[in-house]
């Protein structure tokens, strides 16, 4: 199941109930007490969580998420925040903090490309519906949150050159570009941050070792209580459903994002009775029904956002994978039900 860190919704309505908002009528339904803040391993379905973000847009205008990421702190998500606080510099931070992102997040991801001049940092969202202004904040705050904490983290770190949004410009969009210190590019095939060469090496001012060893191991301890965390093939699907929008799903690129070779990765899997093949190909059965169950998007614009060049290719997986032809899919009444999935 999609989860968030119950921290981030009490966050919403924090800053929503210094605006005036009832935060305990945003909660409602959540799980998260709007009296305290919740552990940070506790955790909210992202459904649950949407619906807080479309209690809340509904009442303020669309620069709230970003009032939102300016009040976050790394110390709101106590362990995991700590763990980035400690680090030599932002790139540990980031690939530390993505190895334990499960404590954060599930099902949802952000990525770092480096390249000869510039870092990418892209945030893989779950799926949902850019029409749907609860989906539009979420995901308006996840890229602004990632934007906050590198400010939080780094001894004078780059501004973004470039902010890529997915969903179409607000009315008005001065807020973003305060905000970012550049007006942003709504209506992107992706959600990215663009900085200049170099963030990696940018220096966290609170960096510890000591502190950052000790709350590594923090860290893994919590990933073990939650099960699971040798399971390789459980790791490789979720770095895959983060590329289920027109990423990089290719053995090369997420045996990257794991911290390990494409041999390394094959071999691993196979000890666990698996293979890489097998769950790209149950992942993609899973987004294509659900994009599908929309109704919104051609066969050919799903091919692509789940890794097909080719459409033909996808139409024959698809009737392999479910013995119907997309436009059979479609027609069919349980198309609605895995479009809920």
């Given at each position: ?87 030599a510099t932002i790139g540990e ?28 940092i892209t945030w893989r969202p ?79 001012t609170t960096f510890n070792s ?132």
């Open positions: 199941m999609d989860t968030i860190s119950g921290v981030v919704p009490f966050l919403v309505a924090h800053v929503a109930r210094s605006l005036g908002a009832d935060a305990a009528a945003l909660l409602h339904g959540s799980g998260v007490d709007a009296g305290a803040p919740p552990p940070g391993d506790e955790h909210v379905a992202v459904e649950r969580y949407f619906e807080v973000w479309r209690r809340a847009m509904a009442r303020f205008d669309e620069g709230f998420p970003l009032r939102v990421a300016s009040f976050f702190r790394h110390e709101d998500n106590e362990i995991f925040g700590f763990l980035a606080m400690s680090c931070a980031f690939d530390r903090t993505l190895h334990y992102s499960r404590l954060y997040t599930v099902g949802a991801t952000y990525q770092m490309d480096v390249e000869r001049d510039a870092t990418r779950w799926p949902g519906d850019l029409d749907d202004p609860g989906y539009r904040g979420a995901m308006d705050y996840h890229v602004a949150n990632m934007e906050q904490a590198i400010r939080q983290l780094g001894r004078s770190p780059p501004r973004p050159a470039e902010v890529r949004l997915r969903h179409a410009a607000p009315r008005d969009a001065a807020r973003h570009a305060d905000f970012y210190g550049v007006a942003p590019r709504f209506g992107s095939p992706r959600y990215e941050l663009v900085y200049p060469a170099g963030l990696r090496d940018v220096v966290v000591r502190l950052r060893d000790y709350f590594d191991a923090e860290c893994r301890r919590q990933i073990e209580e939650l099960g699971g965390a040798d399971d390789l093939a459980a790791q490789v699907r979720k770095a895959l459903i983060g590329t289920m929008d027109g990423g990089d799903s290719t053995i090369e690129a997420v045996a990257r994002r794991l911290g390990m070779s494409s041999r390394s990765l094959q071999r691993r899997l196979a000890e666990e009775r698996t293979s890489y093949n097998d769950l790209l190909a149950e992942v993609r059965a899973e987004f294509a029904k659900r994009y599908l169950a929309r109704g919104t998007l051609t066969a050919s614009e799903v091919a692509y956002l789940i890794g097909f060049t080719e459409p033909p290719a996808f139409f024959k997986a698809f009737k392999r994978w479910t013995g119907l032809t997309p436009r059979e899919f479609q027609k069919r009444g349980d198309a609605g039900a895995a479009a809920r999935m």
